[in-house]
C-alpha cells in the first residue's frame, strides 16, 4: 500500500488557522487522486476536499471559501489549509490516495494500490 502520513493538526481557537500536510511515500511513480476526509467523535467519516491528478480540486459544501487543497509533487505531499476554523470543524483528519481511471499500472509498468488511507491527524476547535 501506498504510505500516507498526516501531520499538522492540533488545537486551534474558532477564527484561527491550521495547515494539514500529507506525505505520500512508496509508489511514488503511480497517479493518484489526493483527497482529505474527516471523522467527528459518533459520526461517520465525510469527504472534505480532493486535488485530482490532472490539478482540478473539489470541496465540501460545509468547507468552501474557509479550505483550500494543494500539492507539491516534487515533495510527494498534499495539503489542506484550514482558515476560519469553526468547532463543528473538530474531528480526526484523515488523506485518502485513489487511482484515476486507467490508473492500475504506472508509466514504468508497476500495479499501483488502491484505497490507500493515512493513520489521521486530530484538529480541535474550541469556541
Known amino acids: 500500500q501506498v504510505q500516507l502520513v498526516e501531520s499538522g493538526g492540533g488545537s486551534m481557537q474558532a477564527g484561527g488557522s491550521l495547515r494539514l500536510s500529507c506525505a505520500s511515500s512508496?509508489?511514488?511513480?503511480?497517479?493518484?487522486?489526493m483527497s482529505w476526509y474527516r471523522q467527528a467523535p459518533g459520526k461517520e467519516r465525510e469527504f472534505v476536499s480532493v486535488?485530482?491528478?490532472?490539478?482540478?480540486?473539489n470541496y465540501a459544501d460545509s468547507v468552501k471559501g474557509r479550505f483550500t487543497i494543494s500539492q507539491d509533487n516534487a515533495k510527494n505531499t498534499v495539503y489542506l489549509q484550514m482558515n476560519s476554523l469553526k468547532p463543528e470543524d473538530t474531528a480526526m483528519y484523515y488523506c485518502?490516495?485513489?487511482?484515476?481511471?486507467?490508473?492500475?499500472?504506472?508509466?514504468?509498468?508497476?500495479?499501483?494500490?488502491?484505497?490507500?488511507w493515512g493513520q489521521g491527524t486530530q484538529v480541535t476547535v474550541s469556541s
Open positions: 512508496g509508489y511514488t511513480d503511480c497517479t493518484y487522486d
Open positions: 486535488v485530482y491528478s490532472d490539478g482540478r480540486t
Open positions: 485518502k490516495a485513489d487511482r484515476p481511471p486507467g490508473g492500475r499500472w504506472s508509466l514504468t509498468g508497476r500495479y499501483c494500490p488502491n484505497n490507500n
